[in-house]
């Protein structure tokens, strides 16, 4: 029902910064909850982060530390992960994805992904 597409990715230093943005294409992408998932090298995809489409609760999964933060401009129909004191660990392909409303998921439209480098 909605198209993303995720961008902002690149190389950075570690403890850089970089800004992700996903901007989806529907008449109403304020309401659905867009989350943010990565997937490493050789690795499993896993959740980043979660902003609802309902009051616009934010979600972060534990090991964020305070380092990211999700926000949304719904006149831009663009949700943004801000990312700071990026490590190494980071690296990887970043996707958005929408569900509906709430954070609990299913996420059933995805985006095509990002690449986050965080390398000396």
């Known amino acids: 029902e909605i198209q993303l597409v995720a961008s902002g990715g690149g190389m950075v230093q570690p403890g850089g910064s970089l800004r992700l943005s996903c901007v989806g294409s529907g008449r109403t992408f304020g309401d659905y909850a867009i989350g943010w998932f990565r997937q490493a090298p050789g690795k499993e995809r896993e959740y980043v982060s979660c902003i609802s489409g309902t009051d616009g609760s934010t979600y972060y999964e534990d090991w964020v530390k305070g380092r990211f933060t999700v926000s949304r401009d719904n006149a831009k129909s663009t949700v943004y992960l801000q990312m700071s004191s990026l490590k190494p660990e980071d690296t990887g392909v970043y996707y958005c994805?929408?569900?509906?409303?709430?954070?609990?998921?299913?996420?059933?439209?995805w985006g095509q992904g990002t690449q986050v480098t965080v390398s000396s």
């Open positions: 994805a929408a569900g509906n409303y709430y954070c609990t998921g299913p996420f059933n439209d």
